[in-house]
């Protein structure tokens, strides 16, 4: 059982940038793959960016690739997305997940999921 709390969301204007943090619950943190996944009003939820259970591997969208930069940390049970060069497209809800396999771009391979935090940029 894992407990997923994302923060960090707001408004930022095109260009800028914003660190999201996901918060888990539990002692058995390292032994999850995480992801990031994000959707906007009408679209379907899309692939973000994932790491391995102990950071060594990870993987992005190709949209964001080169702007954005997942991390974590599990000795604090957390999981980071720093969002840089930011554009209106990257509006969205954005939610965290974890899964007991691999590292991986599908959302259905994912176990748990927090509720989401809102990122909107502006032009």
């Known amino acids: 059982q894992v407990q997923l709390v994302e923060s960090g969301g707001g408004l930022v204007q095109a260009g800028g940038s914003l660190r999201l943090s996901c918060a888990a619950s539990?002692?058995?943190?390292?032994?999850?793959?995480m992801g990031w996944f994000r959707q906007a009003p009408g679209n379907e939820r899309k692939f973000v960016a994932t790491?391995?259970?102990?950071?060594?591997?990870?993987d992005y969208a190709d949209s964001v690739k080169g702007r954005f930069t997942i991390s974590r940390d599990n000795a604090k049970n957390t999981v980071s997305l720093e969002m840089n060069s930011l554009k209106p497209e990257d509006t969205a809800v954005y939610y965290c997940?974890?899964?007991?396999?691999?590292?991986?771009?599908?959302?259905?391979?994912?176990?748990?999921w927090g509720q989401g935090t809102q990122v909107t940029v502006s032009s």
């Open positions: 539990g002692r058995a943190f390292a032994t999850y793959a």
């Open positions: 790491i391995s259970r102990i950071g060594s591997i990870t």
């Open positions: 997940a974890a899964t007991r396999g691999g590292s991986s771009r599908s959302g259905t391979d994912y176990d748990y």
